[in-house]
């Protein structure tokens, strides 16, 4: 790096930072989040005894610091900003107990010490951040026109790229023959708490100091041109401060900022930089935060990649790689691993060998991490994997306490989760709710109510164990971001009730499309929301009365069908979604068979999914509307049996239509192997008899043990293949790959076996074979009573059958009907 200085060397005229402060205020430069940079806060603070500490933070948060020592108040937490009129406008100023700032905020709380922040307010930081969006957006504009136009840019005298932000540790660690700049700062910094020394405490500030004063020579704002508002409105509350106590001061702050404060200028030179700074209206509060949510590369201060492993250092007043092999094994142990003591101890001595091999003053994470391989996973990096997630990153989640200024709505939702015992946690988890208990079924509503609000707490997800109307699985995971989601969503109200509600009603007046209206009724049942549901089925059956379109009526009716579904679990009154929904089935009905002609194959395929979705909503609407239910299933039914008969139908509907009424046992096997025939005949294009297979068998929904168990149709197929000429078979390739790709492994693994050993001689004898069509091998041609009978018993117990002889008959009659 030519032309920089060595660092250590002070700049000209100018005190040493930490020196004796006789002249001036106790200049503390940390690393954000840096467990070193903390504990010497501490020994500092306690060694200068200061009259006031001055901490790099939004000034409207001085109101908020005396909640540092409530009992409740457990880091890490954050500071968040948010504007008032844009709660979606935040920043977040992240703080864990291995922060310096923390640390000196506890400090002066326990010894009485005046503490304030002095960074550049929130209100101007949320305002500044909108306007360089707003530049950016228009940066981009201008890489379009200059894609369109090329050189209207340099015709326009545009300004070269931005320069790239320094680091300054990577910078120092590069300068002292590193290549990785976390470990430099372990070596120098982290390691120097255990290395049993007890130096000057304001020495390790005076040598930073001077490093940054040298690269702040070479490299001025680094590439951050902010820094100099910010940094302009510092030294005026410094100067401020030292007025008031005498220049009895300790600042704490990033090391980066420490000769800008150092800096002689004028307050005129200073508030010049602040004149006509955008400004908003800013509201702060305490948040929780989270260890994962630090090592992310995003946020003030944040982008720590170890949050678990930096506390387990600021907590450890001695023998750091000890304890932590102690902590990983009993990890590991709970993971049902074996690790011994005997696999701590040599962890530990290997982990202090690589460290003197590498020239290190003690074992860092990188050591401790190669060790932890090495010895307790047996050189494999899955149970690894596990170690960096609970520890190194670690699941720690924050708390604040109730005291904390919150929107109305937030205190709502807290109230909310605790009655319920939903706490929320930062690691991801499944839970199982069964809506037939109080308490499930109102856990579930708020989770609904949440995800109207736009707040993503949980996930509807597929459970492990029942599919029934009665169970429902979520997977949680809580973010702090969510808090200003929460912010955002308090427009809408001040409970979760009434917000979701409002929410709701505003979502259905906006809405554009049918089915956008539909799934947010069924989203408003599932809720629990009856004030908004009349609203929205209102608008409901305006939209259904008013569209024409049977693709919008198909895609509509599947939520409505759910919903009437829901609602009967519920309890809910859904008289009137009923004839709605019967009203929009009797529509596709009649205006399904003329939309199915002339379609391409991306509108074909689109049409398939929507003819799936109606037959199933129709099953759950006969269920749902007892009324019409015997005269909507044989409405759908006749659909069906035109769609699979007429030529004018587009292969891949006719071969579904077929498909549908067979599994439900109205279109006999004889008149499907006869429609197949009659779809896969020599006279019909190849790319057609393709499509109709495709919706015949195709997904994975049991078409392929359906060509297992039915030989005819096999061999139908076969025969066709075996015959498409060899010029067109490379076009039908793709759609019958795609047909048969869906097959679980083992099925496409049967149906090859059945292909290459042909037809068995003599099969295809038997009762209902079709004639000149063998048997495979396996097969019988008529089903074999006594082997059906001997799984009767099991299913009985399955679906919790009265056994006995006595309704041995009845049973075999219900369970048939199941089939």
Avoid at 608 to 633: E, M, Y
């Amino acid at each position: 790096m030519t032309g920089t200085p060595r660092p250590g060397i002070p700049h000209p005229g100018i005190p040493r930072p930490g020196s004796s402060r006789p002249g001036g205020p106790l200049l503390l430069g940390v690393r954000h989040h840096g467990p070193g940079s903390a504990r010497a806060v501490g020994a500092a603070l306690e060694a200068a005894r200061p009259g006031a500490v001055l901490i790099e933070g939004p000034p409207e948060g001085d109101a908020l610091l005396p909640l540092a020592a409530d009992e409740q108040m457990r880091p890490p937490v954050a500071l968040l900003a948010h504007a008032v009129d844009d709660p979606g406008r935040a920043a977040f100023w992240p703080l864990a107990g291995f922060s310096p700032e923390w640390v000196a905020i506890r400090w002066a709380l326990a010894h009485d010490v005046p503490v304030r922040f002095i960074d550049l307010p929130a209100a101007h930081s949320l305002a500044m951040a909108e306007k360089e969006e707003e530049r950016e957006r228009e940066k981009e504009k201008e890489k379009e026109k200059e894609k369109e136009h090329p050189g209207s840019a340099e015709r326009a005298g545009e300004a070269g790229p931005a320069p790239v932000p320094v680091d300054p540790i990577g910078v120092l660690a590069e300068t002292a023959g590193y290549d990785d700049p976390e470990r430099w700062w372990e070596d120098v910094v982290e390691h120097r708490a255990h290395d049993g020394g007890r130096g000057d405490p304001l020495a390790a500030f005076a040598a930073l100091g001077e490093a940054m004063t040298a690269l702040r020579e070479v490299y001025g704002d680094g590439g951050h041109p902010r820094d100099a508002v910010r940094e302009a409105y510092m030294r005026i509350q410094l100067r401020t401060a030292r007025k008031e106590f005498d220049d009895d001061v300790a600042v704490v702050c990033g090391a980066w900022h420490v000769p800008a404060l150092e800096a002689r200028t004028t307050l005129a030179a200073d508030r010049a930089l602040l004149k006509g700074l955008p400004k908003v209206k800013a509201e702060l509060t305490w948040v929780p935060w989270t260890h994962q949510r630090l090592a992310r590369h995003s946020g003030y201060g944040a982008g720590i990649d170890s949050p678990g492993w930096y506390a387990h250092l600021f907590a450890s007043p001695d023998r750091p790689v000890e304890r932590w092999m102690t902590k990983v094994a009993g990890l590991l142990r709970d993971e049902d691993r074996f690790v011994s003591s005997a696999h701590v101890i040599e962890a530990v001595r290997l982990a202090g060998t690589l460290a003197a091999m590498r020239g290190r003053p003690l074992a860092g994470l990188g050591e401790a991490t190669d060790a932890v391989r090495a010895v307790m996973c047996e050189g494999s990096d899955m149970p690894l994997a596990l170690v960096r997630d609970r520890l190194i990153v670690g699941g720690a989640l924050g708390e604040v306490p109730d005291t904390a200024p919150a929107v109305p709505l937030q205190r709502d939702l807290t109230r909310l989760q605790r009655t319920l015992r939903l706490r929320p946690e930062a690691s991801e988890r499944d839970i199982e709710l069964d809506l037939r208990k109080d308490t499930d079924a109102a856990r579930s509503r708020l989770l609904h109510r949440l995800r109207i609000l736009g707040v993503g707490w949980g996930e509807p997800t597929e459970g492990r164990g029942s599919t029934g109307t009665f169970r429902e699985s979520w997977r949680l995971r809580w973010e702090p971001e969510l808090y200003v989601r929460v912010a955002e969503a308090g427009i809408w109200g001040t409970t979760v009730l009434s917000a979701a509600t409002a929410r709701a009603e505003s979502d259905a007046l906006s809405a554009t499309a049918l089915a956008d209206v539909t799934a947010l009724a069924e989203r408003c049942l599932l809720a629990g929301l009856p004030d908004a549901l009349p609203v929205v089925m209102r608008l409901l059956a305006d939209r259904a009365a008013l569209d024409t379109d049977v693709g919008h009526l198909a895609d509509a009716l599947p939520s409505l069908a759910r919903a009437l579904r829901y609602g009967d679990v519920r309890s809910t009154d859904t008289a009137a979604l009923g004839e709605v929904a019967a009203g929009l089935a009797e529509r596709i009905c009649v205006g399904l068979p003329p939309a199915c002609t002339g379609l391409d194959d991306e509108g074909a395929a689109a049409l398939r999914r929507q003819v799936d979705g109606v037959h199933t909503a129709i099953g759950l609407l006969a269920g749902a509307v007892p009324a019409n239910a015997d005269g909507l299933r044989e409405r759908w039914r006749a659909v069906l049996h035109k769609l699979a008969a007429r030529d004018t139908v587009v292969g891949v509907i006719r071969g579904r239509a077929a498909r549908l009424l067979l599994d439900d046992g109205h279109l006999e096997q004889d008149d499907a192997a006869r429609l197949m025939g009659l779809a896969l005949s020599p006279g019909t294009p190849p790319a057609d008899a393709a499509a109709w297979i495709e919706g015949f068998v195709g997904g994975a929904a049991g078409g392929g043990m359906l060509l297992v168990h039915d030989e005819r149709l096999l061999a139908l197929v076969d025969a066709w293949l075996s015959g498409v000429a060899p010029d067109t078979f490379t076009d039908v390739l793709p759609l019958l790959r795609r047909t048969f790709s869906a097959y679980e492994p083992g099925v496409r693994r049967t149906l090859g076996e059945l292909v290459r050993r042909g037809p068995a001689a003599g099969g295809g004898t038997g009762a209902g074979a079709v004639p000149g069509v063998t048997t495979a091998p396996g097969f019988g041609p008529v089903l074999d009573g006594p082997r059906a009978d001997a799984v009767l018993p099991v299913l009985r117990l399955l679906l919790g059958l009265d056994g006995g002889a006595a309704a041995t008959e009845n049973d075999e009659q219900a369970l048939g009907a199941t089939g």
